[in-house]
């Protein structure tokens, strides 16, 4: 073999070799950066919680904004009823289940045809705390037990959980109040508190109560309401208003929502404000904080038109000592604040709502 071949020979050695070294390198170097491209964090879409975000009706709404600014954060964890199976084995399980029936069924032991006496006007307590007080913004009752005994405005002193049960046999089912010591009173009260057993005292839980809706920059308009009343309401609870009772009269299938069989002029739902939220995370029947179907203006108008209709009175001449601690939507006179009682009924409510900030301030700097 001649030199030039054998010299010909290193040389095809060496760059096959090198080019050996150099594909490994570049194998190596893809590798690496897949798998950092792969490890690397993805990149999160910038979401701006500031701005303002509509609902799927296309209103912003303030309640939306702080939603979706909880959904993005990803802290949003509602509050659930305890399983009925821990329920096995608790001395107070039988008494607990009848105040849930109680709840659910009010009016066939206190209703027209009562099994225990015809004391109200035969509305369920579920009508108004869904899913019997467990449902999500369905005026649950998930911050009773961990809030009560608590101050409260309207009486002007602590009221135990009690009263604020007997409140509404008196105001929302129009009716007398139980005997504290009754087994429905008590059974109802433990209920309750078994609802509330794990939360923790002086907390309300995310989805307690009510969602807040925003204020409309106009008075609600009870002309424009009884379009909605007509459109998405009337077909259950009836033109009169007055709701259907079942074939053997022992319950309503749709709760009135005026008439002398409804809620009184003192009652919670009688606040135009607790009547849109309740409306609008809650109607037309299937509706929830998470699938709303009307806008908030049709939440609000609505509310006007039907608490503008007849309804039991209640005295309600005790109800508010202190007239600087009425509610903003407290529809009876006199308050301290100058505006009437058809502002304070229908709104606008945040000129409302800014005065009171203002004379608040000034009275705790005297
Ligand atoms: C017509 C509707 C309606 C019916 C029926 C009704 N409630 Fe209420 N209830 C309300 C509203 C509205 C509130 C909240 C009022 C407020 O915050 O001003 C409320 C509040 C309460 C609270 C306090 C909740 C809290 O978190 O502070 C309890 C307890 C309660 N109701 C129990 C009952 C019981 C028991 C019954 C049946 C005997 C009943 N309610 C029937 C509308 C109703
Ligand atoms: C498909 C039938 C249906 C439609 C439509 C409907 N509701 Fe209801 N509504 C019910 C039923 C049933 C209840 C009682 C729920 C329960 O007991 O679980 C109820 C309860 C209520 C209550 C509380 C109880 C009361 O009688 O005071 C209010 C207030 C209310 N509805 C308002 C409205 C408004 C306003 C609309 C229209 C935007 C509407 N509903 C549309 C079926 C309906």
């Given at each position: 073999m001649s030199d030039t071949n054998k010299h010909d020979e290193k040389l095809a050695a060496a760059v096959i070799k090198l080019t050996q070294i150099i594909v490994f390198l570049v194998v190596v170097i893809?590798?690496?950066v897949i798998a950092l491209v792969k490890s690397a964090?993805?990149?999160?879409?910038?979401?701006?919680?500031?701005?303002?975000?509509?609902?799927?009706?296309?209103?912003?709404?303030?309640?939306?904004?702080?939603?979706?600014?909880?959904?993005?954060?990803?802290?949003?964890?509602?509050?659930?009823?305890?399983?009925?199976?821990?329920?096995?084995?608790?001395?107070?399980?039988?008494?607990i289940l009848y105040g849930k029936e109680l709840i659910a069924h009010t009016s066939i032991y206190f209703g027209?045809?009562?099994?225990?006496?015809?004391?109200?006007?035969?509305?369920?307590?579920?009508?108004?705390?869904?899913?019997?007080?467990?449902?999500?913004?369905?005026?649950?009752?998930?911050?009773?037990?961990?809030?009560?005994?608590?101050?409260?405005?309207?009486?002007?002193?602590?009221?135990?959980?009690?009263?604020?049960?007997?409140?509404?046999?008196?105001r929302s089912l129009n009716g007398t109040a139980l005997d504290t010591s009754s087994k429905e009173m008590q059974a109802i009260v433990n209920y309750i508190h078994w609802l509330g057993k794990d939360v923790p005292k002086n907390k309300k839980p995310e989805g307690s109560g009510f969602k807040d809706l925003a204020f409309l920059d106009r008075a609600a308009d009870p002309d424009k309401g009884k379009n909605v009343y007509e459109t998405k309401c009337q077909s259950c609870h009836q033109a009169?208003?007055?709701?259907?009772?079942?074939?053997?009269?022992?319950?309503?299938?749709?709760?009135?929502?005026?008439?002398?069989?409804?809620?009184?002029?003192?009652?919670?739902?009688?606040?135009?404000?607790?009547?849109?939220?309740?409306?609008?995370?809650?109607?037309?029947?299937?509706?929830?904080?998470?699938?709303t179907q009307i806008t908030d203006e049709e939440a609000w108008d609505v509310a006007a038109f039907v608490n503008s209709q007849k309804r039991p009175k209640k005295d309600i001449k005790h109800d508010w000592p202190s007239i600087a601690e009425k509610p903003f939507d407290h529809p009876f006179g006199p308050f301290d604040d100058g505006f009437s009682e058809k502002q304070h009924k229908f709104g606008p409510f945040k000129p409302i709502r800014e005065k009171r900030e203002i004379m608040r301030k000034a009275n705790s700097k005297k």
């Open positions: 893809i590798a690496l964090p993805a990149s999160k879409p910038e979401v701006d919680l500031e701005a303002p975000v509509p609902d799927e009706y296309g209103n912003f709404t303030e309640a939306g904004k702080l939603e979706a600014k909880r959904v993005a954060q990803n802290t949003v964890q509602y509050w659930q009823a305890p399983d009925e199976t821990s329920l096995n084995g608790l001395s107070q399980k039988e008494s027209e045809k009562g099994k225990i006496f015809n004391s109200t006007n035969g509305m369920n307590c579920q009508n108004c705390h869904l899913d019997a007080g467990t449902k999500v913004f369905g005026n649950n009752y998930s911050a009773v037990a961990s809030t009560y005994p608590k101050y409260r405005a309207r009486s002007g002193g602590m009221e135990n959980i009690y009263k604020r049960v007997n409140d509404c046999f008196e009169n208003g007055e709701g259907i009772m079942n074939g053997d009269r022992t319950a309503f299938t749709y709760p009135p929502l005026w008439g002398n069989k409804s809620y009184n002029d003192g009652a919670g739902l009688y606040r135009l404000s607790n009547f849109a939220k309740y409306v609008k995370y809650n109607m037309p029947l299937g509706a929830s904080h998470s699938a």
